[in-house]
């Protein structure tokens, strides 16, 4: 596709690094079994085992590859994936690579929402999933510690943050403009000379990495940046990508519940920066205080589901897709509604993500070592801890108090919690969850497995 020439095949012979599709296959589909604990955990597989293990890519050249995906749109984890595999086997490496990244987490979510869809008033599921939302509570915060301690580096970095959260969370100033205002000045501060916006340097990998001994002497064509290449690329993949939405729209009008997860979906996958943990806070804002497709405690649940499983995070969103589509089915039938909503929600989802990196990633190749690109990164990484805050406080607000009031006046926008409400076995629950992973450093799935039998027991004992 795109780059490829139907006679063409990618062979580790062909791209100059002896690296197999069937041996690149076996290690993508480890990583994408492995891909627990959201974007962090799984950038960090990726970099054990491709960096470290397999010495396929360099450290900075990996480096500069993520550097690229988190100033993207959408998950940066699968698109870090699309991204190295389309610098070892051109397009469809990529494909390969990042739909392996996604595959294990769509069966995993599309079961789960099956389950909750049938059973998710029942007594013992609701136990569990209460449980889910104390630990997945704890895990947002741990969030939001990692990657501040890498992002906040100095008061520039700190009082971005301060100011994206206080825009996000007290005046409802919509994410793509925080994300926006943030990269403009990292831009222009690091081209201004300001070392607050300069690059980390990070300490080096080896030197004889795969890909980087592939494009020492000849660069592949593929890497090569050109119009008419980019062309073909928005034109296959915007086909892809929004043909399913029109027909969509024009069989069924707007007012059709899977014409508006088409069209939301869509519009999301242009907008949010920042990873899973970002994404949900525009996703909330919309998915449940306009569109009424879920609850808040069914977003929480939602990325409990998420947190369990291997893939992005922002698989959660297949679980939206699902719930929408199964309350309002039309003339199919709820099941069968909801697994169409899911799937749908997926593809509108994913397709971009595989556009951006295709289309964007040989342009970025020649910018290793821009300046003003790495300040603008910075910039945004510093508002993202914002807005990740933000999102930890939303999913307390929702987790530990069972009423809130809206404030809408003098411009601001947000919601204040009933103090009389506070649900106390909740409050337990979450500062036991936050003390197993701050103090006794214990993992995601540990966690999450105690606090679900944690949630079982309260319901067995009458607290819940």
């Not at 939602?302 to 039309?330: H, K, N, S």
């Not at 929702?398 to 809408?408: G, L, Y």
Request: aromatic share 12%; proline share 4%.
């Amino acid at each position: 596709m795109s780059d490829i020439a139907a006679n063409e095949k990618t062979t580790g012979a062909d791209v100059g690094h002896g690296i197999s599709f069937g041996e690149a296959f076996r290690v993508w589909l480890r990583i994408a079994v492995l891909s627990f604990g959201g974007p962090a955990g799984q950038i960090a597989v990726m970099h054990r085992i491709l960096v470290e293990e397999k010495n396929w890519i360099s450290e900075s050249r990996f480096l500069h590859a993520l550097n690229y995906c988190m100033l993207l749109p959408g998950p940066e984890a699968q698109q870090l994936a699309t991204y190295i595999g389309w610098l070892l086997h051109r397009t469809a490496g990529g494909i390969m690579a990042g739909g392996l990244f996604i595959l294990p987490g769509i069966i995993a979510i599309m079961g789960l929402s099956y389950i909750y869809a049938a059973f998710g008033k029942v007594g013992l599921v609701e136990a569990l999933f209460f449980g889910l939302k104390a630990a997945v509570l704890a895990i947002v915060i741990q969030a939001v510690v990692r990657v501040g301690k890498r992002a906040l580096r100095n008061r520039i970095m700190i009082a971005l943050a301060a100011i994206a959260f206080v825009a996000i969370f007290f005046f409802n100033v919509p994410f793509p403009i925080i994300i926006i205002a943030a990269g403009v000045i990292g831009f222009f501060g690091a081209r201004s000379g300001r070392s607050e916006f300069a690059a980390v340097e990070h300490g080096g990998g080896k030197n004889a990495a795969a890909v980087d001994s592939m494009l020492g002497d000849v660069v592949p064509d593929h890497i090569r940046a050109s119009l008419p290449r980019a062309l073909k690329v928005s034109a296959v993949w915007l086909t892809l990508w929004l043909v399913p939405v029109a027909a969509l729209l024009i069989a069924f009008g707007q007012a059709n519940v899977f014409s508006q997860i088409a069209l939301f979906f869509s519009k999301m996958a242009m907008v949010t920066f920042g990873g899973a943990y970002a994404v949900l806070a525009y996703v909330a804002q919309q998915a449940v205080e306009h569109y009424h497709w879920v609850q808040p405690g069914e977003m929480l649940d939602g990325l409990g589901m998420a947190e369990t499983t291997p893939g992005p995070l922002i698989m959660v969103l297949q679980f939206v897709g699902f719930m929408a589509a199964f309350r309002d089915p039309g003339t199919l039938s709820p099941m069968l509604a909801g697994t169409f909503g899911g799937l749908l929600a997926t593809w509108v989802t994913f397709t971009p993500c595989f556009l951006w990196i295709f289309l964007g990633a040989p342009f970025v190749e020649t910018l290793r070592g821009n300046k003003g690109l790495a300040g603008a990164l910075g910039a945004i990484t510093a508002a993202v801890v914002g807005v990740i805050l933000n999102l930890s406080i939303w999913f307390a607000l929702h987790t530990i108090f069972r009423q809130t009031i809206p404030i809408r006046s003098f411009g601001l926008s947000f919601d204040m919690p009933v103090w009389s409400s506070v649900d106390i076995a909740a409050l337990v629950l979450a500062i036991a969850a936050a003390t197993a992973i701050f103090r006794f450093n214990m993992g995601m799935l540990t966690v999450l497995a105690g606090s679900c039998a944690a949630g079982v027991l309260l319901r067995m004992a009458g607290v819940i």
